[in-house]
């Protein structure tokens, strides 16, 4: 009795063939965070000037055709971190970050302080990055770069405003100065921090600071 074993390769179904674009995808945004991790570190070590591709790839552990593969240029590595720095910033101080309604004073005091601890996890590279990127002088980077600030302190100005609904803050609050204001007291804290030794505390400065703050915005 001969037994007759198709040489034919047997169709692949839909749900196959839907596991297999998703894994291909997967694998696509691994590798493309792998690639714009390893920028971010070697602009917060050696500066955006000193950044090319030999160096993602090596950093990495692929070949350069492996980066290109993903990205068509450097420029197209750094739109693509700057998007990520974005992401990250604003989901760091969205309201959801800590559940909480209503919006306190006490509130946002919790999710800056998040933000900070989270910013220490980062080692502190994504306002770093931010201010490499535009020292390269490209002018479609800066503006988004630039476009990356304003929705940062749009979304601080939305925690203002929400507090101001829910009593904690003077209505008479000039609250795009505000925002303004509590952007420039995070960013200036954590560019002293990643400059300064581990001696500097960030979350100790930022309590003093906020203190000051605070007695500026409450509603009375």
């Known amino acids: 009795m001969s037994i007759f074993i198709s040489s034919e390769r047997q169709p692949i179904n839909f749900r196959q063939r839907r596991r297999m674009v998703a894994k291909k995808r997967e694998n696509t945004e691994e590798r493309q965070q792998q690639i714009i991790d390893a920028a971010g570190n070697l602009i917060s070590k050696h500066g955006s000037e000193h950044l090319t591709v030999k ?20 420029k197209s590595i750094l739109f693509f971190l700057l998007n990520h720095i974005e992401q990250n910033l604003l989901r760091d101080i969205s309201p959801t970050a800590v ?17 900070f601890s989270v910013i220490g996890v980062r080692k502190g590279i994504s306002f ?17 770069a630039s476009q990356t600030i304003d929705k940062y302190i749009s979304r601080l100005k939305e925690l203002l ?27 200036g804290l954590v ?30």
Do not use: M
């Open 55 to 74: 160096k993602i790839a090596a950093e990495v552990g692929i070949s350069e055709a492996a980066i290109y593969r993903h990205f068509k240029s450097k």
């Open 191 to 220: 560019n002293i921090w990643a400059l300064s030794d581990d001696g500097f505390n960030l979350i100790k400065k930022f309590t003093s600071l906020w203190k000051v703050y605070r007695e500026a915005v409450v509603c009375r």
């Open 99 to 115: 559940g909480k309604e209503p919006v306190s004073l006490e509130v946002i005091e919790e999710i800056i302080r998040n933000h």
């Open 128 to 144: 770093q990055i931010i201010a490499e990127i535009i020292s390269l002088g490209d002018r479609k980077l800066n503006k988004q």
């Open 161 to 187: 405003a929400q507090g101001v609904r829910d009593g904690a803050i003077r209505k008479d609050l000039d609250l795009e100065s505000s925002a303004i204001l509590l952007f420039t007291l995070i960013q």
